[in-house]
């Protein structure tokens, strides 16, 4: 079985004083603007490093989610951000590494199987997979 989701983007203009905006299929996010100014400088919009954050906090807080229920653990709350990190490297720029942050309330967890299931999250997530940037955890178990 193959699952295709679908985004675009479009662009007008050159780097710095060009627009663009982002939609995905289902509709969340339609011409949502981005730029250069958003990407660099903190301007208004989004920028593709933020998205792939998103994607990856969501991607992993289900997995989470699926790896506790294989073990026979609910979490009340999972909560996950994402630090993408962009440094120019060799005359471009790179993401070279994500870290997570996650804070979660699972009752009946204990810190062992919180460090191992979030461990296996963070490695079988399919955004994870699909990142060759360093990705890094940090893991809170909230009680």
């Known amino acids: 079985m ?3 989701k679908k985004a675009s983007a479009h662009w ?4 710095k004083s060009g627009t663009g905006s982002i939609s ?15 990407r ?9 490093e933020e998205l792939i954050g998103a994607a990856h906090a969501g991607c992993f807080s289900m997995a989470l989610s699926m790896i506790l229920g294989d073990a026979g653990l609910k979490a009340d709350a ?3 951000q994402a630090e993408v ?3 120019q490297v060799d005359g471009g720029f790179s993401i070279t590494a994500v870290h997570l ?9 204990t810190q062992a199987q919180f460090d191992e299931l979030t461990a296996k999250a963070k490695e079988g997530c399919p955004v994870s997979k699909l990142l060759s940037a360093k990705i890094t955890l940090d893991a809170t178990l909230l009680s």
């Open 85 to 87: 990190k962009l440094d």
């Open 78 to 80: 999972i909560d996950t």
């Open 40 to 48: 660099f400088e903190g301007g208004e919009g989004t920028n593709p």
């Open 12 to 15: 007008e203009g050159d780097l």
């Open 2 to 4: 193959s699952i295709v």
């Open 101 to 109: 942050i996650l804070k979660a309330k699972i009752p009946g967890a």
């Open 24 to 38: 995905t299929e289902t509709g969340v996010l339609r011409e949502a603007p981005y730029g250069f100014k958003a």
